[in-house]
């Protein structure tokens, strides 16, 4: 077992960061930043990213049998495909049958984003095999489509096309389908300002057709926030001015994939 340091833990919590296959018990006090579910063949996964306070992420899966024991506490998302690691962390989390899980009261109010900066992405340094959170002002906001697709059980997709701006000018086009799609949509259509920031969570980046890196939703995982109540959205507000113009671009054709 790894002894307890003042570098490895905090309060007799351990910090993600010091976890590795080598140790033998430790509890974790840390923050659920998402939650969804994954069909693998005959089996299930319950997926997690938890976040601590030292802003380090960490997977974490409970399989088959042992999802019943935590549906209770735990928001659970549709079951989907999934084959990113949704953080860099070496190493995840797997639930065992003794695994204990409780509820704590933190006064901490932190979130805990892993902001890429556009350039990086652009550039195409940055690991496309590892989600990754954006922000940036929202423009060009296409009309929402419906895409005919044979591999699809209901006939097609949904697909969405925009783009963010972050403070520096740089353009990243966002690709989203599906039900997080619509959701976009309809959130955009009945936005109460002109200027509207964007925080995008646990996003894949894939290459366009222009071979242009960009970013797109992993079904059951990305999460999106229109002008959140936090510091950055008032930074970035600041930045882009409230009569800002946006356009909305509509496509006239269907793309197929």
């Known amino acids: 077992m790894i002894p307890f340091t003042s570098d490895s833990c905090d309060g007799g919590y351990f910090r993600i960061a010091s976890l590795n296959p080598n140790m033998g018990e430790w509890s974790v006090s840390v923050k659920i930043l998402n939650c969804w579910s994954v069909s693998r063949g005959t089996g299930r996964e319950l997926n997690m990213i938890l976040g601590d306070e030292h802003f380090t992420q960490i997977q974490a899966v409970v ?3 042992l999802i019943d024991n935590y549906l209770s506490r735990l928001i659970i998302d549709e079951w989907v495909n999934s084959i990113l690691r949704p953080v860099p962390h070496r190493f995840k989390i797997v639930f065992r049958s003794d695994t204990l899980v409780q509820s704590i009261n933190m006064c901490s109010s932190r979130t805990h984003f892993n902001l890429t900066e556009f350039v990086s992405i652009l550039s195409g340094i940055v690991n496309p095999n590892i989600c ?69 969570k ?39 001015p409230e009569n800002d113009q946006v356009l909305i671009i509509t496509r006239k054709k269907n793309a197929m994939e």
């Not at 939703?217 to 600041?238: A, F, H, K, Q, Y």
Request: charged share 25%; hydrophobic share 40%; aromatic share 10%.
């Open 63 to 65: 399989r088959d049998e």
């Open 132 to 200: 990754v959170d954006v922000v940036g002002k929202i423009v060009n906001v296409r009309e929402l489509v419906f895409v005919p697709s044979v591999e699809h059980s209901q006939g097609g997709y949904f697909e969405l096309y925009f783009g963010l701006r972050d403070t520096e000018c740089i353009h990243l086009e966002c690709r989203l389908t599906g039900d997080l799609a619509v959701e976009f949509y309809d959130l955009w259509k009945h936005r109460s300002r002109n200027t509207v920031i964007c925080i995008i």
């Open 202 to 240: 646990f996003v894949k980046l894939e290459l366009s057709q222009e071979h242009r890196w960009r970013c797109t939703n992993v079904t059951g995982s990305t999460r999106i926030m229109l002008n959140p109540d936090l510091s950055i959205t008032d930074e970035m507000l600041c930045w882009n």
